[in-house]
């Protein structure tokens, strides 16, 4: 293998690392996370140009032959390109590369080095379209195959997938990046289990003394583009009127297609005897590399207020999302919502979200966020917190520390702070903060575990009340 294929092999080993970790914590694909640190295989703080300025693009020789390209000088772009790329500056990377795909359109080397970066940037399309390109001038391109077979996978294009994996599998048993490939697609198959929950206790009587919630999903094998599940849920409160909970079950469907989710179900309560059933549906589209959209309906909505179930509220909801992502460094979100309870109020609301990555490097990375909230409801004042109207505005920062790297096993600990103002129609504004630690683990390709800690303090109707909450979450495959 010369030098140049080395570097390709390098960032494809990356990029598949890359993928697989950040593939497990949005648990198989129903959610989209940016990257925010390429794997340490060569960080640089400060990549040095100089070897690049000491080779020249041209080799003369004696007589009268014309100058020849120095392949020399050629590596050493693509390696100062490569350190930059590892460094976590991307946007310079891919410049680099770009422009010597221009001057050499023909080298899949350097192709596949770019796709690598368009991966890394969350361009899983433009990532694809370049290592088919590299595929049209060598078809038997081991590591072009691997990366391709891997981003059908991650746009829902599962038969085509399955078809590669299944090939290349044939041909090269005994290549380590194929038998990776086939053992990530064991797992993108295989069994699921997600659980997630949250308790806490408060001091107010819109909060309640005491709260838990939970929930458990296990996912079946995924058969072509089918995905069953199981969903159970739990949520509790203490309130001056008296405890309120529910216990509910669902059966739901999950199908993949190219660039879309579609999920379907129906769950009931049980604590009531299972006479509560309701559907659930939902819609998730990738619209292009930077567009993601999706829709949400449950007959029997969770977001019913628990403290209004007291009194045998139930609800509809319909919400809508739309986000925008152009790159791995920011993003924003748009959703909105309408909640139809069964006491004839409605509640609308409005949510606007961003983030921006404002410093990376090698172990650490702080972002800022931000959001602005608004909501109205038709019958103020019922059982249970509802304002006429109200908005909030909040930022914050958020601060990922990577303290602990072998392999697949990863710990990185998570500090966030958020302050802003919260303004209720008939009582003012008033100052909000939210604190939040947590512990993100992955502890092998199969499992990942997150736990933390969050303490808030927010105001209902012109009165403070603070909360304190222990959250975890935890994702299994089974393959």
């Known amino acids: ?55 020249p693009p041209w080799r003369t020789v004696p007589g009268p032959a014309p100058p020849k390209s120095n392949p020399r000088r050629l590596r050493a772009d693509v390696t100062a390109a490569l350190a930059r790329a590892f460094g976590g500056r991307l946007a310079e990377a891919q410049q680099r590369l770009e422009a010597l ?20 940037r969350g361009w899983p399309r433009r990532a694809l379209a370049e290592y088919e390109l590299a595929l049209a001038v060598h078809p038997e391109n081991v590591a072009a195959r691997v990366s391709r077979a891997a981003l059908l996978q991650e746009l829902g294009r599962m038969p085509e997938a399955e078809e590669e994996v299944a090939d290349l599998a044939a041909a090269w048993p005994e290549d380590v990046r194929v038998q990776r490939l086939a053992e990530d697609w064991r797992r993108r198959r295989a069994w699921r289990l997600s659980l997630v929950g949250e308790t806490g206790s408060g001091g107010g009587p819109e909060i309640g003394s005491s709260d838990a919630t ?54 009931r309560d049980l604590a009531d005897g299972g006479s509560d059933a309701g559907i659930f549906a939902a819609f998730d589209a990738r619209l292009g590399d930077r567009w993601t959209g999706g829709l949400r309906y449950a007959a029997s909505s969770p977001r019913t207020p628990l403290r209004g179930r007291l009194f045998g509220i139930d609800a509809r909801s319909l919400d809508a999302s739309l986000g925008y992502r152009p790159d791995e460094r920011r993003g924003a979100a748009l959703s909105v919502s309408r909640l139809r309870l069964s006491d004839g109020n409605l509640q609308r609301s409005l949510l606007l979200s961003y983030d921006q990555l404002l410093f990376a490097h090698r172990k650490l990375r702080l972002s800022g966020v931000g959001s602005f909230y608004t909501s109205s409801s038709s019958a103020p004042g019922g059982p249970y917190y509802s304002p006429e109207r ?80 222990l959250t975890f979450s935890t994702l299994r495959r089974f393959p």
């Open 214 to 267: 939970t929930e458990a999903t296990l996912f079946g094998p995924l058969a072509g583009r089918v995905q069953p599940f199981l969903r159970h849920m739990t949520a509790s409160g203490e309130y001056p009127e008296g405890r309120s909970s529910i216990e509910r079950l669902g059966l739901g469907v999950e199908l993949v297609l190219p660039g879309f989710h579609l999920v379907a179900g129906n769950d």
């Open 390 to 469: 109200d908005r909030s505005f909040d930022a914050g920062l958020v601060l990922d520390v990577r303290t602990f790297q072998r392999r697949d096993r990863v710990l990185t600990h998570r500090f966030s702070a958020n302050a802003g103002s919260y303004w209720q129609k008939g009582f003012g504004s008033r100052p909000t903060v939210i604190l939040r630690y947590e512990q993100v683990f992955d502890l092998n390709a199969d499992t990942s575990l997150r736990y933390g800690l969050v303490g808030s303090s927010r105001v209902f109707d012109g009165n403070r009340e603070e909360r304190v909450a």
């Open 1 to 55: 293998m010369g030098e140049e294929a080395e570097d390709a092999a390098r960032v494809e080993q990356a990029a598949e690392s890359h993928r697989r970790r950040h593939h497990l914590e949005a648990g198989g694909g129903e959610g989209r996370r940016r990257p925010w640190h390429v794997p340490e295989v060569g960080d640089e703080e400060d990549p040095d140009d100089a070897v690049v300025a000491e080779e």
């Open 101 to 120: 795909c221009a001057a050499a359109p023909f080298n899949t080397e350097i192709r596949q080095t770019l796709a690598g970066v368009y991966s890394w």
